[in-house]
């Protein structure tokens, strides 16, 4: 495998929303504490403390 292939199945920084460079911050959608992405951001935003709960949860045991 070289080093152009590891892209192609990982999706753990392309599914992250880009990081804000200031305020407005977007809130998160399950605690409603600010996050670091910027407010006009689409989609699913968490703060770190619920974003790090959440890769607990779905990680591999084993």
């Known amino acids: 495998m070289t080093d152009d292939d590891t ?3 990982c ?10 460079d200031g305020p407005p ?4 959608v399950l605690c409603r504490e600010p996050t670091e992405y ?3 951001y689409k ?3 968490l ?4 974003e790090w ?3 607990q949860r779905t990680a591999c045991s084993g």
């Open 25 to 28: 911050y977007a809130e998160c």
């Open 47 to 50: 703060c770190p403390v619920c």
């Open 7 to 9: 892209g192609d199945y």
């Open 38 to 40: 910027p407010e006009s």
């Open 53 to 55: 709960q959440e890769a």
């Open 11 to 20: 999706l753990i920084d392309t599914a992250r929303p880009p990081r804000a």
């Open 43 to 45: 989609g699913i935003t």
